[in-house]
């Protein structure tokens, strides 16, 4: 994993599932030491059925706070050639060579991540019958997800329910009120239990093992910004993982372009390369070359 604070950690627990554990939730996780977090071991009578519990105990698996590779396990244990055990040394780098992140994330994580935005603290609700938006009126609300813009509409459903619209369809969503982060998301007949925690830059989801970084729309006027008022405006870029910022390839004034590389941070001996989430000026630029940046931070504004 990357280095962080463990926001949530819930392992999975059933039938033939094995938890080697050594962390919590609330620890930070150092990059000074060995980032195993924990070992996930499965048995059944056969090779079908600890391959079942594996993909349930995987997609139950709930990380956030930092980078994890529960997803990717979970896309290599789905992968029909593991599934028939043809498996090899070269076997991740042949099926998995130019793995990444979804272009798109699930309309469940972005439904979720919508309402975690808009559920921040602060006095003001914007369902109030007093406050800007009336009860049963959709709130746009506008996130960006690897630099691409999700849009939708959020209305209150009762005393504790949302209902979200977007584009990839129509989820009602509540949350746990035993288990802060923990939401339940409807669609049709399916439901499905999904985890959720707001950061400084935005929110973070779990949906199925795999995590989701959202950023939120929090320009003056915008309904996150509405509905938490003294939080930050984030008008620039900030950085997805703790590092050190070992290139900064922009200047103040400098025009950029929407996922355009403007920096490259280095963590566990690795380089990521971060790009600009939208087009705009370089307002101002607030870390140089070799300083250690901590995850969330505000590496530069754009106008």
Not at 134 to 154: A, I, S, T
């Amino acid at each position: 994993p990357g280095e962080g604070e463990l926001l949530v950690f819930e392992p999975p627990v059933g039938a033939g599932i094995r938890n080697d554990v050594g962390v919590e939730a609330g620890l930070t996780v150092s990059l000074q030491y060995d980032p195993m977090l924990a070992k996930l071991i499965v048995f059944g009578p056969d090779r079908p059925t600890a391959l079942a519990r594996l993909r349930w105990a995987l997609k139950g698996y709930a990380i956030l706070g930092v980078a994890n590779n529960v997803g990717f396990l979970l896309d290599v244990v789905n992968h029909p050639d593991f599934q028939a055990g043809r498996t090899f040394t070269g076997f991740v780098k042949t099926h998995f060579g130019r793995y990444g992140l979804p272009e798109a994330p699930p309309g469940e994580a972005a439904a979720v991540a919508a309402v975690a935005a808009l559920k921040g603290p602060g006095p003001k609700d914007p369902w109030r019958a007093d406050a800007w938006r009336l009860p049963g009126m959709p709130v746009p609300v506008r996130l960006n997800y690897q630099g691409r813009p999700v849009e939708v509409g959020v209305r209150r459903i009762g005393q504790d329910g949302w209902r979200v619209d977007s584009a990839a369809g129509s989820f009602g969503v509540r949350p746990d009120p035993t288990r802060t982060g923990r939401f339940t998301v409807e669609a049709g007949p399916e439901r499905k239990v999904v985890w959720a925690v707001r950061t400084p830059s935005g929110v973070e989801v779990c949906c199925e093992g795999h995590r989701y970084v959202f950023e939120a729309d929090r320009r003056p006027g915008s309904a996150v910004a509405e509905a938490t008022p003294g939080a930050r405006t984030f008008e620039g870029l900030v950085a997805p993982l703790p590092g050190v910022l070992v290139r900064l390839q922009v200047r103040e004034g400098d025009r950029v372009e929407a996922l355009q590389p403007v920096a490259v941070l280095e963590a566990m001996k690795m380089e990521h390369v971060v790009n600009a989430p939208r087009s705009g000026t370089v307002r101002r630029v607030y870390f140089q070359e070799g300083d250690r940046v901590p995850k969330g931070a505000v590496l530069l504004d754009l106008e």
